[in-house]
């Protein structure tokens, strides 16, 4: 299985702190994919960061990802109440019979308090 | 901003009876997916449709389950006769093509009793 898998499972933060997570797969990806979702809700899509990549930023956003540890992070800075949510992250194969098909972690549970 | 939408948003549903869970893609893009999680677990991938015929299946998406893209904007999930363990948030999503970013709908949640 390539799934992804999130670290921590679960993160509380402050206002205005940063926010770290990580998340490792098992074999070669296409891309990977972080999503957010707000309790009992739809996926949102936050970014995307393809194996050639190795760093992104949206907004307040900024992913990294290191194909040789096969690891990704996803980083929010200066956290508001608002972002507090489940993130995910997703993989897309190499192979052709992977394509379209994402595998999702488990999912980190951030908490922004005021 | 073009989304994603599925109705209904919660489906009640008896044992054994089918349902159909409706979904509408962004109107340009051509891949379209099945994705479903069950309460407190992973988003599990279903099925990929493309070309009006499916790309890729999970062993999840046995012979209870079917698609369709009944016209030019709908896309379907129908499952035959709904199992206890049927209940779940089924999600739909869409891209204008492979690896490319999947957007995805609010779900329907489907409660089976």
């Known amino acids: 299985s390539q799934q992804g898998e999130e670290d921590p499972q679960a993160l509380s933060i402050q206002e205005g702190e940063n926010a770290t997570m990580n998340c490792s797969y098992k074999t070669s990806i296409n891309n990977l994919q972080w999503y957010r979702q707000n309790s009992g809700r739809g996926l949102v899509h936050l970014i995307l960061i393809r194996s050639n990549e190795r760093e992104k930023h949206s907004g307040r956003l900024r992913v990294t990802l290191d194909t040789s540890k096969k690891s990704s992070s996803l980083l929010i800075t200066a956290s508001r109440a608002a972002d507090t949510a489940s993130y995910f992250c997703a993989t897309e194969g190499m192979t052709t019979d992977s394509w379209g098909k994402l595998q999702f972690g488990a999912g980190t549970q951030v908490v922004v308090t005021p | ?113």
Request: charged content about 20%; some cysteine; overall charge negative.
């Open chain 2, 1 to 113: 901003e073009p989304e994603v939408t599925q109705t209904p948003s919660h489906q009640v549903t008896q044992m054994g009876q089918e349902v159909i869970l409706r979904c509408v893609p962004i109107s340009n893009h051509l891949y379209f997916y099945w994705y479903r999680q069950i309460l407190g677990q992973k988003v599990e991938f279903l099925v990929s449709f493309y070309n009006n015929e499916i790309s890729e299946k999970s062993e999840i998406f046995d012979d209870q389950f079917s698609v369709e893209r009944p016209d030019g904007s709908n896309f379907t999930l129908k499952i035959r006769s709904t199992k206890l363990e049927d209940s779940a948030m089924y999600f739909c999503a869409s891209s204008v093509a492979a690896k490319n970013i999947q957007y995805f709908g609010a779900g329907t949640r489907l409660s089976v009793l």
